[in-house]
C-alpha cells in the first residue's frame, strides 16, 4: 500500500503463472460443487454409475467403442500392457523424450525398453527409426502425442498391420487431437488401445489423481476390467493377480461435467497458441530462439505451447525472474536416466531427444491465459535477446 494510490506495480506487466487450476475451478465452481455433494450423499464413492456414465461420454468423446476409467494416466498405461500380458523378457518400443511414466511402466513389469529417437519438428516417436528396432521380443510400440500434438498414427497404424505388433499409445497429453475433422477417432483410440490422463494439470483435469483406458478390442477391455479389481471377475475369486487401479466416483462425477467444456476450452487454448505464434512472429525475436512449427498433423490440442531456444536454461532464470512461469518437459532424456543405466546407453545414443532436453521452453498456456498476459510473455522474451 502506498499514500499516492499510484504504484509502480500498478504500471508493471502482470505475472503469468505456469497454470491456474483454482481459476478453472471457480468458473464452474457451484455446478462442480452440487455434484461433489450429490455424490457424497449417494453413498457410492468406487467405481458405480457416476464412472459408467463417464466411460460412456468418453469413449463417444474419443472414437473408441469402450473406456475404462481407472486410478491415473500411469495406471492406464499399465494396465494395457498387462492386458497384452507384457512381462519379463518382452521388449516395448518408446520415445527417449518423453514424461517418465511412458517408460517405467514397461520396466515395473519386468520387460524392457526399447528407447528410439524423436522426429525433431514434432518431438515425437520417429517411426522409420522404430522398423528397425522390433525384435521378436517386441510385445507393443507406445507412440507419446507429446504435448498435444498427434505422433504419427498413420504409419504407426501401417506398421503394426505389416509387422502384427500392437500399438499402445500413451495419449495423456492429447485428449481430442485427431488427423482431421471429420475423424470420429481422436487420441488414444487409434491404436489397440491408449491411456488418456485426468492429471489436475492435464488438459481434462480431475480434482485428483484419474486416467482412462481406451479399446475396440472387446476381449482385452474384459481383462482390462478385471485386471482393474486384482483380477478378479467375481468378487473375491481371482483369475490373475491384478492391482487396485479403481477410479473414484468423485473425480468420475467432475470429469464427465467437465468432459462437456472441453472441446470450448480445447478452441481457447488453440486461439491463444496462435497468437503467440502471431506476436512471436511480429516481435523480431533472434534467430536463437524457435518458436514452434506449425501444426504438422491434424488437430494440435496445444497441452503445451513448446518452443527452442539456445541457451535455454539463461532464459528460463530471466522469465521466472520476470514473473512468466517458463517450465522445460523434460530435461533429461530417458536413456540417460539414472533408472536406465542398466540399459547401457550414453550420450550421443539419441541425438534429437538430447537437443530437445537441452533446447526445449514451454510458455504458459492455458484457456484462461489473457492478452495482456500473452504480450507479457513476448515482451520479457524480446528484452531478453535485445536487452536494453
Ligand atoms: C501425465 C502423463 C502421464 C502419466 O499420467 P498420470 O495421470 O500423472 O499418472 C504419462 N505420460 C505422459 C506423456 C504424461 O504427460
Known amino acids: 500500500m502506498t499514500t499516492t494510490g499510484v504504484t509502480p506495480a500498478a504500471q508493471a506487466a502482470p505475472s503469468v503463472p505456469p497454470l491456474n487450476l483454482a481459476a478453472s475451478f471457480a468458473a464452474q465452481r457451484a455446478e462442480l460443487l452440487a455434484e461433489l455433494t450429490a455424490v457424497c450423499d449417494s453413498g457410492h464413492y468406487v467405481l458405480g454409475p457416476k464412472v459408467e456414465a463417464f466411460e460412456k461420454a468418453l469413449a463417444e468423446y474419443c472414437g473408441a467403442r469402450h473406456a475404462l476409467g481407472v486410478s491415473s494416466g500411469t495406471d492406464a ?148 476390467r478385471k485386471l482393474r479389481v486384482h483380477g478378479s471377475g467375481h468378487t473375491y475369486y481371482h483369475e490373475q493377480v491384478g492391482g487396485n487401479f479403481r477410479i473414484d466416483a468423485l473425480q468420475a462425477a467432475i470429469l464427465a461435467i467437465r468432459l462437456r467444456r472441453l472441446e470450448a476450452w480445447t478452441e481457447a487454448r488453440r486461439e491463444r497458441a496462435r497468437r503467440y505464434t502471431a506476436l512471436l512472429e511480429s516481435s523480431g525475436l533472434s534467430p536463437e530462439f524457435l518458436r514452434p512449427p506449425p501444426e504438422v498433423r491434424g488437430r494440435h490440442v496445444y497441452h503445451q505451447y513448446v518452443c527452442r531456444a539456445q541457451r535455454r536454461d539463461e532464459l528460463v532464470a530471466h522469465l521466472r525472474a520476470r514473473g512468466i512461469g517458463a517450465m522445460v518437459y523434460y530435461p533429461l532424456p530417458l536413456h540417460l536416466q539414472q533408472c536406465f543405466g542398466y540399459l547401457g546407453h550414453k550420450p550421443g545414443d539419441f541425438p534429437m531427444s538430447e537437443e530437445a532436453a537441452r533446447q526445449v521452453v514451454a510458455l504458459p498456456l492455458y484457456p484462461e491465459l489473457t492478452d495482456a498476459q500473452q504480450e507479457a510473455v513476448v515482451d520479457a522474451l524480446r528484452r531478453f535477446y535485445q536487452p536494453e
Open 77 to 224: 498405461l499399465l494396465l494395457a500392457l498387462m492386458g497384452l500380458g507384457v512381462g519379463p523378457g518382452d521388449e516395448v518400443i518408446v520415445p527417449a523424450f518423453t514424461f517418465f511414466a511412458s517408460a517405467g511402466v514397461v520396466a515395473r513389469l519386468g520387460a524392457r525398453p526399447v528407447f528410439c529417437d524423436v522426429e525433431p519438428r514434432t518431438f515425437n516417436i520417429d517411426v522409420a527409426q522404430v522398423e528397425r528396432l522390433i525384435s521378436s521380443k517386441t510385445r507393443a510400440i507406445m507412440p507419446v502425442h507429446l504435448y498435444g500434438q498427434l505422433a504419427d498414427v498413420a504409419a504407426l497404424g501401417d506398421l503394426a498391420q505389416r509387422r502384427g505388433v500392437p500399438i499402445v499409445e500413451d495419449a495423456a497429453q492429447a485428449i481430442g487431437a485427431r488427423l482431421t475433422p471429420a475423424d470420429r477417432r481422436s487420441a488414444g483410440a487409434y491404436g489397440l488401445s491408449g491411456a488418456l490422463s485426468f492429471y489436475p494439470t492435464k488438459n481434462l483435469g480431475a480434482l485428483g489423481d484419474a486416467g482412462a483406458l481406451l479399446t475396440d478390442d472387446d476381449a482385452l477391455l474384459e481383462r482390462c
